[in-house]
Structure formats: structure tokens, C-alpha cells
């Protein structure tokens, strides 16, 4: 085994972990601005349209917790040399597109919004970290991938 193959595969054993963190951060957040929503409009509860907002809410949020969670785990069991189907690497590349798109609105509610300038700058460095993770676990991945792929047209070719 070659040590650049190594190094990115206890990389990406180490980005899963990661990506799973971010996913128990971002239902823990989520979970925390829902409790705050509901009580500051405690009116939320009301029979009607809002169950299924609320029922919509916790859905979002157990989605995205379950596909970041998901990403982790695949990336921590590629690291460790075990075969994992590509559509891992899809949905990587779905929620890095969310953060692509999640980042620069952010950064300009930081820059443009009065209220809450502090709690947005700290949500843009959380979200623009994770962009960068997500970005990581491509790049460690597509290169286990070709390595191990290189090394398999080596082997029989000997």
C-alpha cells in the first residue's frame, strides 16, 4: 500500500467523523431553533396547517441528520479499505451543492442584517467549515478511489 493512500484513507476515516459530528450539529441546532420558535409562538401548536409545518420541520431535520450521518459512515468504512457504493459520493455532492448555495446567502446576511451580526458571522464560519469538510471527503475519496484502482491494474498486470 502506498503511503499517499494511507494518508487519504485515514484522512477520510477522519472527514466521516467529521460529517457525522455536523450532522448531530445541525439536528441539535435544529432542535434547538424549533424549541425557541415554538416558544416564543407557542400559537405554533394550533390544530391545522401548522401540524403539518411541524410535521414538515421534523421530517427536514431527521432527513438531513440521516443523509449527513449516512455520508459519515461511508466515508469512515471507505477509509478503512471497505467497498461502499457510489451513491455515498452523490449525496455528498447534493449537500455540497446546499452549502454552495447555504454559504454565500449567509455571508450576506452577515454582512447586510444588524440584528444578530455575531450569531451570523459564527453560522457562516460553522456552515463554510462544513462546505470545506464536504469538499474534502470528494477530493479523499476520488483519490482512494484511483489509487486503489491503479494499484488493482498493477496487480494483474503482474
Known amino acids: 500500500m502506498d503511503i499517499k493512500e494511507r494518508k487519504a484513507e485515514i484522512n477520510l476515516v477522519t472527514l466521516g467523523t467529521g460529517v457525522i459530528?455536523?450532522?448531530?450539529?445541525?439536528?441539535?441546532?435544529?432542535?434547538?431553533?424549533?424549541?425557541?420558535?415554538?416558544?416564543e409562538k407557542p400559537?405554533?401548536?394550533?390544530?391545522?396547517?401548522s401540524v403539518t409545518t411541524n410535521i414538515a420541520l421534523v421530517s427536514?431535520?431527521?432527513?438531513?441528520?440521516?443523509?449527513?450521518f449516512?455520508?459519515?459512515?461511508?466515508?469512515?468504512?471507505?477509509?478503512?479499505?471497505?467497498?461502499v457504493k457510489r451513491v455515498y459520493?452523490?449525496?455528498?455532492?447534493?449537500v455540497l451543492l446546499y452549502y454552495g448555495l447555504a454559504v454565500p446567502i449567509e455571508a450576506s446576511i452577515a454582512l447586510f442584517?444588524?440584528?444578530?451580526?455575531?450569531r451570523n458571522a459564527v453560522m457562516l464560519v460553522i456552515d463554510l467549515t462544513f462546505f470545506i469538510?464536504?469538499?474534502?471527503?470528494?477530493?479523499?475519496?476520488?483519490a482512494i478511489r484511483r489509487?486503489?484502482?491503479?494499484?488493482?491494474a498493477e496487480e494483474k498486470a503482474v
Do not use: P
Not at 43 to 49: A, K, R, S
Not at 113 to 118: D, I
Open 133 to 142: 469538510l464536504f469538499i474534502e471527503v470528494i477530493v479523499n475519496s476520488s
Open 89 to 94: 459520493t452523490v449525496l455528498t455532492f447534493i
Open 147 to 152: 489509487m486503489r484502482k491503479k494499484r488493482s
Open 21 to 39: 459530528f455536523s450532522a448531530l450539529w445541525s439536528m441539535f441546532k435544529s432542535i434547538i431553533i424549533y424549541i425557541l420558535m415554538i416558544a
Open 113 to 118: 442584517y444588524s440584528s444578530g451580526k455575531l
Open 70 to 83: 449516512y455520508i459519515g459512515v461511508c466515508a469512515r468504512a471507505e477509509g478503512n479499505g471497505k467497498r
Open 60 to 68: 427536514a431535520i431527521l432527513i438531513g441528520f440521516s443523509l449527513r
Open 43 to 49: 400559537e405554533i401548536f394550533t390544530l391545522g396547517d
